[in-house]
């Protein structure tokens, strides 16, 4: 695609699908005057996987597998949705200790992603001194996670009823001197986003989202905290262990870039905390408990907060083995919306940062619904899609 003149001064700058900024596709639409973005357009849906599709054709157990595939970086947390909304609609309840395991992968796991996205957002920034830190630290708790799992990434660690494995003495101790090293990283992290002067002059005052804006526009996860919006799930609506280690939520009321960092590196502060007291306080029992092989039929949404915000599942079940319909969605499709108000204003050159700074995902957002309105030709009901009649209409 190439540059095109609108009006005299005011060009319209195409980013993407394929472009070298972009580690995703993605494709953007920046109308600027000089440097100045005056409007911004965002289309998605360059990665369809199927992956709902696919579900309605697998059992629940081969489901969460599937699941877990959603996105590399929240395979835990995507598992954990799907496994409690499945336990639910069989009125099955984990034990006590696979419930507290599930929270200490979970916050895990959120270590590694914010970590992560700071060196992501870092480089966007220019400041590749940062990313290359924060990356080696992330080595860390990944090999935490390898200890427990076997596994980097896809950990892999729910199974319906319970988890898979347990955590022994040696490797709490481990896990302890882990997170001791990460957090006093993290404090080195922390005065860095606040008092280095080129970082700040990235970050402070891009991207400017108010309260009222954030609550206005569905903004979930440290984005929307990041502008004083008291949202998180596991406060909200707390689910697994969480009842019995309540999480102290951050907030900030910034709004902008810089305090979007500060509430990510708050949160793995909150995050080591919380990964300790489970450890202390790990209850004593089972690992899983029995689950029938075919699920009350029913509707259930389950919501967890995923590192990035509030991930939600919706599963239909029929009475079979095998789920009716599965729905996802993921914190960043609600983030996306945030991006074209936030964008006008600034400079074409603080859109990397801006785009970083609502941690996206274009691969785990990415779903196609087909909607038609009654009276429109070939409008089906779903048994006749089921049956395969005339086409299909979602």
Same mark, same amino acid.
């Given at each position: 695609?190439?540059?095109?003149?609108?009006?005299?001064?005011k060009?319209?700058?195409?980013?993407?699908?394929?472009h070298?900024?972009?580690?995703?596709?993605?494709?953007?639409?920046?109308?600027?005057?000089?440097?100045?973005?005056?409007?911004?357009?965002?289309?998605?849906?360059?990665?369809?996987?199927?992956?709902?599709?696919?579900?309605?054709?697998?059992t629940?157990?081969?489901?969460?597998?599937?699941?877990?595939?959603?996105?590399?970086?929240?395979?835990?947390?995507?598992?954990?949705?799907?496994?409690?909304?499945?336990?639910?609609?069989?009125?099955?309840?984990?034990?006590?200790?696979? @419930?507290?395991?599930?929270?200490?992968?979970?916050?895990?796991?959120?270590?590694?992603?914010?970590?992560?996205?700071?060196?992501?957002?870092?480089?966007e920034?220019?400041?590749?001194?940062?990313?290359?830190?924060?990356?080696?630290?992330?080595?860390?708790?990944?090999?935490?996670?390898?200890?427990l799992?076997?596994?980097?990434?896809?950990?892999?660690?729910?199974?319906?009823?319970?988890?898979?494995?347990?955590?022994?003495?040696?490797?709490?101790?481990?896990?302890?001197?882990?997170?001791?090293?990460?957090?006093?990283?993290? @404090?080195?992290? @922390?005065?860095?986003?606040?008092?280095?002067?080129?970082?700040?002059?990235?970050?402070?005052?891009?991207?400017?989202?108010?309260?009222? @804006?954030?609550?206005?526009?569905?903004?979930?996860?440290?984005?929307?905290?990041? $502008?004083?919006?008291?949202?998180?799930?596991?406060?909200?609506?707390?689910?697994?262990?969480y009842p019995?280690?309540?999480?102290?939520?951050v907030?900030?009321?910034?709004?902008?870039?810089?305090?979007?960092?500060?509430?990510?590196?708050?949160?793995?502060?909150?995050?080591?905390r919380?990964v300790?007291?489970?450890?202390?306080?790990?209850?004593?029992?089972?690992?899983?408990?029995?689950?029938?092989?075919?699920?009350?039929?029913?509707?259930?949404?389950?919501?967890?907060?995923?590192?990035r915000?509030?991930?939600?599942?919706?599963?239909? $079940?029929?009475?079979?083995?095998m789920?009716?319909?599965?729905?996802?969605?993921?914190? $960043?499709?609600?983030?996306?919306?945030?991006?074209?108000?936030?964008?006008?204003?600034?400079?074409?050159?603080?859109?990397?940062?801006?785009?970083a700074?609502?941690?996206?995902?274009?691969?785990?957002?990415?779903?196609?619904?087909?909607?038609?309105?009654?009276?429109?030709?070939?409008?089906?009901?779903?048994?006749?899609?089921?049956?395969?009649?005339?086409?299909?209409?979602?």
């Amino acid at each position: 695609m190439e540059i095109k003149k609108v009006d005299e001064g005011k060009f319209v700058v195409p980013i993407g699908p394929q472009h070298p900024a972009l580690k995703e596709p993605g494709h953007f639409e920046f109308t600027v005057d000089g440097e100045i973005v005056m409007d911004a357009k965002v289309r998605l849906g360059f990665v369809h996987r199927g992956i709902e599709k696919m579900a309605e054709q697998r059992t629940y157990t081969r489901d969460l597998y599937l699941m877990e595939r959603v996105c590399g970086i929240c395979s835990h947390v995507h598992g954990t949705a799907f496994t409690l909304g499945v336990e639910k609609l069989a009125g099955v309840t984990a034990p006590p200790r696979a @419930q507290a395991i599930r929270v200490i992968i979970a916050e895990l796991e959120r270590i590694h992603s914010h970590l992560l996205w700071l060196g992501v957002a870092a480089h966007e920034g220019g400041f590749d001194t940062l990313f290359m830190y924060s990356w080696r630290d992330r080595e860390t708790v990944m090999d935490l996670l390898e200890l427990l799992s076997g596994n980097r990434v896809h950990y892999s660690a729910n199974v319906l009823g319970g988890v898979k494995f347990d955590i022994n003495p040696v490797q709490t101790d481990q896990i302890r001197r882990g997170v001791d090293y990460l957090e006093e990283r993290t @404090q080195f992290y @922390q005065k860095v986003v606040t008092t280095d002067n080129t970082f700040l002059g990235r970050t402070r005052g891009v991207g400017y989202m108010s309260r009222e @804006q954030a609550e206005l526009q569905g903004a979930v996860g440290p984005t929307a905290r990041a $502008s004083g919006v008291t949202r998180d799930v596991r406060v909200d609506a707390p689910y697994s262990f969480y009842p019995q280690t309540p999480v102290q939520i951050v907030l900030d009321d910034g709004g902008d870039l810089t305090a979007r960092f500060i509430v990510r590196i708050k949160e793995l502060f909150e995050a080591y905390r919380l990964v300790r007291l489970l450890l202390d306080n790990l209850p004593e029992g089972e690992l899983a408990t029995r689950m029938p092989r075919r699920i009350p039929a029913g509707e259930v949404i389950s919501r967890v907060e995923a590192p990035r915000g509030e991930l939600m599942y919706f599963i239909r $079940s029929n009475g079979t083995d095998m789920p009716e319909r599965v729905k996802i969605r993921t914190p $960043s499709l609600c983030n996306w919306g945030t991006i074209t108000s936030t964008a006008v204003g600034l400079k074409l050159a603080d859109m990397p940062m801006l785009l970083a700074g609502i941690d996206p995902c274009f691969s785990c957002n990415d779903r196609m619904i087909r909607v038609r309105r009654a009276g429109e030709p070939g409008v089906m009901t779903w048994d006749q899609i089921k049956a395969g009649k005339g086409g299909w209409s979602v």
